[in-house]
């Protein structure tokens, strides 16, 4: 029986029952069911107000700390019924503990009840009726209540998906769908159903999902979902579930190209499915909508690159034995993002297939595993469809091949034609293949590409000329895509359709070459071509061989290896040496000591020729296109040789020679183990050659370390993180360090580059929090992508890229940020340095032509093979001189590195404290410039600069003057983490350039050349306003006054160092006594003679006699202040003879 008083209602109860109705909202596909959401769930039922709500009740005042703890945790939804079923004089909130300790809590509900007596409540949730618990709480319930209880447990009970636990959901048909609006018509149809656009209640989604779903207004209370309702048909009950448990197994893939499904659930006899809600439309819409993106090349590169994820995706569905079997442009989807064109994403898996994993077609056959799923739309089925139909043969995975070779060749006549043309095509082509009926001999019918087909793609590729990408993209088409025969067991064969792995890998290089070749990509504007197209034109044979000459430029991994392979007989060329002896290159194939004693050879501009000094007409020529780059001119020139590397006296490397580096530890004198092939960029054996170098840094090199201790997060300490970091997980976000335990993270060293507005991707104070939400791989700047698959290749889960991690236009995050640069760079992990990179669009995971290579074979077998190449391991000209190392902020990034992976056009570099590795697995020395890789900066620089450490300072800051910067008031700040670290290394305080301790010596600074130095206007406001006598206030390169140390007197006395002033002094100024003095210097300006003052700084020591001795000095002119005081400013430095300077002077502010 209910409780009840003697008094006309329980007003806390009643209250909180209206405050839960006054939160019900209307939803379901009529915009009828009521529901509850979720989050205002969790708002009524706090601690504190089931606390108040208890005191209107029965029960007893020591229960009801623990039983309101158990309501927080396991039974809100049953708490808010019971209050719901309130009444005048009379209560039900009593029960709750009978419930609770009947075993009933949120978990039991929904809840169905015995209509006769004795009454008992059961959960629907079990399987069969017999196994569903029974709860006897409910019997001394009356009827009436009991049917309470079943109505108003209904609009708490709306279900959330996309939970991962949770795909399918079984629904009662009194259970609320959290729908705030669903589109009366439905946006498409299809033999299995109709899809709709729903807005689904944002708390009815699992926030994990939230971001694969690209929702990125955390205000929105919608969320725009697709709802694909199957059929009202029996026939079609098996396919629904087959198809849920094919979207169950792909919601373990993990693809940005890959629409991951939210749920499916069937409520009565409704089937639904749910996924993500595509604004764009599909890939035709892109075709329809976005003409003007043909002639974009921007937006022709997204494209490219969008093709090369979905091929990537199907490479990885077909390596799970998976495949499509309805690819067409209706089911690749385009997903509009806030930044960028957004993601195109294989949808509509319904057809799809799972096998036994390895179980090729050739076995399934033979295993009578036929595919039971009905076959894709008729115009991109391939050939065998029409021969195998109905015959239960299993469909190869090429099927997908064949239809994504049919989308290609219709998204290139889009390119050229715009969609009239696809629709043109469309009329002539029901299908790409056809055939010519049955042999009359044999019965086979034999399959072609169709004849309108073939002399279309001719058409096009005349007119393509000049066009590399376009013609690619056409010959990969015709030879590799749209292929009659197939495979039987799923691998890449010259006679046979491609897989989906090495069409990956060729439209890879297509698009690396479209993001580093000028003109490789350039937009078409035609007419289509109607009246050239001769449809009566047929094809002999099936166009189903690949010709190897057609290979897609750009694709690394399909070229073969250049080498010229050399026999023994040809192998007999001499070699003049300087006293005029001869070394003959031996018939077993080993150079004798490999060139000793300064060889001569003939270098010509072309080429480099080595040749007999007869000049017999046997002459050998043996040419490197790449040595055209040291342009000699043509006469005799000697070489030397330093073990393996061959060069030209007193100048250049040319040559390296190898032994195949697994050869093992025999190697021949004057070799060295090599790889005279590159890796591919990208490539797992790149990466495992990076993770060998970290492994081996790791292992031996404690000072490279620092606090990482061989990656293991554990021992990472957390004060030394960033403050926020890119997560590289399943979904790339933005993540504060504070919120994560202590991790290694990798650092990016790049170059921002000349970038429009529009260009820059960065974090800002109005997407902050969308980037901690979501980041889109492909709407990031090419350099950030590839930073991201480097990080991700070497197994790092974090990487910090500036332009992300810094919020770009708060001046107070951007000025903390900037004090924390020492830490980043010594804390990372590692550095990246994309040294080839002129800006983030350019990126550096980019093809590279395959260095030329000599394969020298010995006719001993017990003798090693031999390798001559171009000699590339330069890391003064690549990375020293690079594009990158020209930039002001990186001085520092490199120099508080511990250790340094950098990627130039040549080749990849490691730098850590123990020295420098090459991709070719050669190790340098770098001698002066070392210290920059010094893992415990400055260390090994104090070592080499051993006569002074203020040599040191004058050396770096002359190197840093003569940096470039995309912003000049970047100059003072780009250094502040390095000028930290020389500051705590030399124990003195430093500032704009200077050290206390070498105050007098740094002010000696002037101007590097003839070229005018510019002053830099300070930004209003800020605390890194710099004083004039500081090189950070001016733009240009500088060098200090020829002086030695010891040599030179200080004159203390005529001018007061800032840094051991009180700590109230401004170092924006300085004090000093100024003295008569009429030389201008500095800027190019004019000043009155009369305005002019200089300060004694040093003088040389007398031991020199007086007549040679100088006065070091800075230049003065006056200035007037705001209060209208004189101050001056610094305007040159000079070395004077004492009669030039006045004995007298007065003290005056230098600002």
């Not at 029901?430 to 001719?458: A, E, I, M, Q, R």
Request: aromatic share 10%.
């Amino acid at each position: 029986m209910p409780h009840r008083r003697n008094r006309d209602k329980y007003q806390v109860l009643s209250q909180l029952s209206k405050d839960v109705k006054a939160e019900y909202l209307k939803g379901g596909p009529q915009n009828t069911e009521e529901f509850l959401p979720f989050n205002t769930l969790e708002t009524l039922v706090k601690k504190e107000r089931v606390l108040l709500a208890f005191q209107d009740t029965e029960i007893e005042q020591e229960k009801h700390e623990d039983l309101a703890t158990w309501v927080v945790k396991s039974g809100k939804r049953l708490f808010l019924i019971l209050v719901l079923l309130t009444r005048n004089k009379e209560e039900h909130l009593s029960y709750l503990e009978d419930l609770k300790n009947d075993g009933i809590d949120d978990s039991a509900l929904p809840l169905n009840f015995q209509k006769t007596e004795p009454y008992y409540g059961f959960s629907v949730q079990g399987e069969e009726v017999e196994d569903r618990k029974k709860f006897h709480a409910f019997q001394d319930w009356e009827d009436n209540d009991l049917q309470l209880f079943e109505t108003h447990q209904w609009p708490l009970l709306a279900p959330i998906f996309g939970v991962s636990t949770k795909f399918r959901h079984q629904l009662d048909r009194s259970q609320p769908l959290p729908y705030l609006d669903v589109a009366r018509k439905p946006a498409s149809s299809g033999f299995f159903g109709e899809v709709s656009r729903a807005e689904i209640h944002r708390a009815h989604i699992d926030p994990q999902f939230l971001s694969a779903l690209g929702v990125l207004d955390p205000e929105s209370q919608g969320i725009a979902i697709a709802i694909k309702k199957a059929k009202d048909n029996e026939d079609l009950y098996e396919f629904f579930d087959k198809e849920t448990r094919n979207l169950k197994t792909l919601q373990e893939i993990v693809s940005p190209h890959l629409i991951q499904p939210i749920s499916a659930y069937q409520r009565g006899s409704e089937r639904c499915l749910t996924f993500p809600w595509a604004e764009g439309g599909n890939l035709g819409n892109y075709w329809d909508d976005y003409e003007k993106g043909r002639q974009d090349l921007g937006s022709l590169r997204w494209l490219i690159a969008q093709f090369v994820g979905l091929f990537s995706t199907l490479q990885i569905l077909h390596e799970q034995n998976c495949r499509h079997g309805d690819l067409k442009p209706e089911n690749i989807l385009w997903f509009k993002e806030y930044q960028g064109l957004g993601t195109l994403r294989i949808a509509d898996m319904g057809l799809s297939a799972f096998h036994e994993k390895d179980a090729d077609t050739k076995k399934r056959n033979w295993k009578k595993m036929s595919t039971m799923t009905p076959s894709g739309t008729s115009r991109y089925e391939p050939p065998e469809m029409d021969d195998t139909r109905g015959k239960g043969i299993s469909r190869s995975r090429q099927y997908d091949i064949w239809s994504m070779g049919c989308i290609m060749m219709e998204l290139l006549i889009w390119l050229m034609y715009g969609f009239k043309g696809v629709t043109s095509f469309r009329k002539k082509t029901l299908h790409f293949w056809t055939n010519k009926g049955p042999d009359p001999k044999t019965g086979k019918v034999s399959y072609y590409v169709h004849d309108y087909v073939v002399s279309c793609l001719g058409i096009m590729e005349k007119q393509l000329k000049g066009n590399a990408a376009y013609t690619a993209l056409l010959r990969l088409v015709r030879e590799r895509l749209l292929v009659i025969d197939v495979s039987e067991n799923y691998v890449s064969s010259p006679d046979h359709r491609e897989i989906a792995s090495v069409l990956h890998i060729s439209l890879m290089g297509i698009y690396r070459s479209c993001e580093t070749q000028d003109d490789y990509l350039t937009s078409v504007d035609l007419e289509y071509p109607s009246s050239e197209i001769n449809a009566a034109q047929y094809q002999s044979g099936p166009i189903s061989k690949k010709d190897e000459l057609l290979t897609a430029p750009g694709a690394s991994q399909l070229d073969p290896l250049y080498v010229d392979k050399i026999s023994q007989d040809s192998l007999d060329v001499q070699i003049t040496v300087s006293d005029g002896d001869e070394i003959n290159v031996s018939k077993d194939g080993e150079i004798p000591r490999l060139l000793l004693r300064q060889p001569t050879i003939v270098a010509k501009t072309d080429s480099l020729s080595v040749h007999e000094t007869t000049l017999s007409d046997n002459q050998e020529y043996v040419k490197f296109p790449e040595l055209t780059a040291i342009s000699l001119p043509p006469k005799i020139v000697s070489l030397r040789q330093d073990g393996a590397v061959v060069g030209i006296e007193n100048g250049p490397n040319l040559l390296s020679i190898y032994v195949d580096y697994e050869t093992g530890s025999d190697i021949p004198e004057g070799a060295q183990l090599g790889l005279p092939k590159l890796l591919n960029q990208g490539s797992p054996e790149q990466f495992a050659l990076l993770k060998e170098w970290i492994k081996t840094c790791d292992a031996t090199h404690e000072i490279c370390r620092g606090n990482h201790d061989g990656g293991n997060n554990e021992n990472h300490n957390a004060s030394t993180m960033p403050t926020r970091l890119v997560e590289l997980g399943t979904t790339l976000r933005i993540v504060e360090s504070a919120s994560i335990k202590p991790s290694v993270y990798v650092a990016l060293s790049h170059c921002w580059g000349k970038l429009s507005e529009l260009e820059r991707f960065c974090a800002f104070n109005h997407n902050i929090s969308h980037l901690k939400e979501f980041i889109d791989f492909n709407s990031l700047p090419k350099t950030f992508r590839d930073a991201i698959t480097v990080a991700r290749g070497i197994g790092v889960n974090y990487l910090w890229i500036d332009s992300l991690c810094i919020i770009q236009d708060n001046k107070d995050d951007w000025e903390h940020e900037l004090a924390r640069m020492e830490q980043v760079f010594s804390s990372a992990y590692c550095t990246i340095g994309a040294s080839s990179s002129k800006s983030s669009l350019q990126g550096f995971l980019n093809y590279r032509k395959p260095r030329a290579c000599i394969e020298i074979k010995p006719s001993d077998k017990d003798k090693k093979t031999l390798y001559v190449c171009p000699n590339i391991d330069d890391f003064h000209r690549d990375v020293d001189l690079g594009e990158l190392n020209s930039r002001g902020w990186v001085l520092q990034e490199r120099a508080l590195s511990r250790r340094t992976i950098f990627y130039t056009s040549t080749q990849v570099y490691w730098e850590c404290g123990s020295g420098v590795h090459c991709e070719t697995l050669a190790r340098l020395q770098n001698s002066k410039a070392a210290f920059l890789g010094d893992a415990n900066f400055p260390e090994s620089a104090l070592e080499y600069y051993r006569d002074g450490r203020q040599m040191l300072v004058q050396d770096l800051y002359e190197r840093y003057s003569g940096l470039a910067f995309t912003k000049n008031l970047d100059r003072p700040m780009a250094i502040l983490g390095l000028q930290e670290r020389l500051a705590k290394a030399f124990k003195t305080q430093a500032a704009y350039g200077f050290f206390g301790t070498y105050f007098a010596r740094l002010l000696l600074w002037k101007r590097h050349d003839t070229k005018w130095m510019t002053r830099i206007i300070q930004r209003p406001g800020s605390r890194y306003r710099v004083p004039t006598w500081s090189w950070f206030s001016k733009v240009g390169a500088i060098k200090y006054l020829d002086l030695k140390f010891q040599e030179t007197n200080w004159a203390a006395e005529d001018f007061i160092n800032p840094f051991r002033r009180s700590a109230s002094f401004s170092l924006g100024r300085a004090s000093a006594e100024k003295e008569n003095f009429y030389v201008t210097f500095d800027e190019g300006q004019d000043f009155e003679v009369i305005g002019l003052r200089c300060v004694l700084i040093g003088r040389d020591k007398i031991e020199g006699g007086l007549e040679n001795m100088k006065y070091h000095v800075l230049i003065i002119h006056v200035v007037s202040g705001l209060s209208g005081e004189d101050v001056y400013e610094r305007v040159g430095v000079a070395s004077l003879k004492p009669e030039h300077v006045a004995s007298e002077g007065s003290w005056v502010d230098i600002r």
